[in-house]
T-cell receptor, first 116, second 113 residues
């Protein structure tokens, strides 16, 4: 069975702090995709990244970085120098690779509050 | 269109009413997904279309839920005899080649009284 666990329910930081959101996943598939989304208070899901299970390179996009470690089944997300606008719920998700196995399996989300 | 659109954005129904929620995917997108997000929870998969074919409906919670995409573009999610537990945000997503991910609509918030 596929499962995504985001152990941190809520995180509160002060602006400019770095913060890491944890994501651990379970799957029996050898190939799969991992995702991160942001859901601000407005409610709309904002796609942040999709990572193929073949590609274990870490990725950096501005203040955002992702650490994919297949050995520990983790796909953690770090925000450097956090800002108030980063306040949102962040979801990690997993999908299969082929055919009709492309539905997203979601974690419960981590609510991040960045305080001024 | 520029993105995935959904209508209505908000729907209030009395228990027992039927509702229909519409999703307009990005033009040309082959794949379309419906998800249900209860308050304070992550989204849960409902169903998946590739063109007009419904390839996976394993997430539909009961036979009161029905989805269609007859011409491979617009999709409608219908809920019959709504119950209070159906109150949630219903999200639609589309993608060009079948990979899930980038394009979600704003959702329809359904409240069943």
């Amino acid at each position: 069975a596929q499962k995504v666990t985001q152990a941190q329910t809520e995180i509160s930081v002060v602006e400019k702090e770095d913060v890491t959101l944890d994501c651990v996943y379970e799957t029996r598939d050898t190939t799969y995709y991992l995702f991160w989304y942001k859901q601000p208070p407005s409610g709309e899901l904002v796609f942040l990244i999709r990572r193929n299970s073949f590609d274990e390179q870490n990725e950096i996009s501005g203040r955002y970085s992702w650490n994919f470690q297949k050995s520990t089944s983790s796909f953690n997300f770090t925000i450097t120098a956090s800002q108030v606008v980063d306040s949102a719920v962040y979801f990690c998700a997993l999908s299969g690779y082929a055919g009709n196995n492309r539905k997203l399996i979601w974690g419960l989300g981590t609510s991040l509050a960045v305080n001024p | 269109g520029a993105g995935v659109s959904q209508s209505p954005r908000y729907k209030v129904a009395k228990r027992g009413q039927d509702v229909a929620l519409r999703c307009d995917p990005i033009s040309g997108h082959v794949s379309l997904f419906w998800y249900q997000q209860a308050l304070g929870q992550g989204p849960e998969f409902l169903t998946y279309f590739q063109n007009e074919a419904q390839l996976d409906k394993s997430g539909l919670p009961s036979d009161r839920f029905f989805a269609e995409r007859p011409e491979g573009s617009v999709s409608t999610l219908k809920i019959q005899r709504t119950q209070q537990e159906d109150s949630a945000v219903y999200l639609c997503a589309s993608s060009q080649g079948g990979l899930a991910g980038e394009h979600f609509g704003p959702g329809t918030r359904l409240t069943v009284l």
